[in-house]
């Protein structure tokens, strides 16, 4: 592939700002915001003072039935745990 077609080539982003993350789990910005207000969707991350949700986390947390960010964090943790025990 040269360089003029792959600079061509769009490139899926790795994370979404709030309009975006909000839009790719189906809800409006200011249902999103309500949302992260109240603990009910993943913790954003955060690049310099700018607000992002990593689009991997986004699928598995709607693949596990959108549990709230508490819940969430107790099974991301267990995931995390269980893959790094299936590596050794």
Same mark, same amino acid.
């Given at each position: 592939?040269?360089?003029?077609? #792959? ?8 994370? #979404? ?16 915001d309500r949302h992260d207000a109240a603990g009910l969707v993943p ?6 003072? #700018? ?27 267990? #995931? ?9």
């Amino acid at each position: 592939m040269s360089m003029a077609s #792959l600079a061509a080539t769009p490139l899926d982003p790795a994370a #979404l700002r709030r309009p975006q993350a909000a839009k790719f789990v189906g809800m409006g910005t200011s249902t999103w915001d309500r949302h992260d207000a109240a603990g009910l969707v993943p913790e954003a991350r955060k690049i310099g003072g #700018l607000k992002v949700w990593s689009v991997e986390e986004l699928r598995a947390w709607i693949t596990a039935g959108c549990p709230n960010r508490t819940t969430w964090c107790a099974m991301r943790a267990d #995931l995390q745990r269980r893959n790094s025990t299936a590596k050794k």
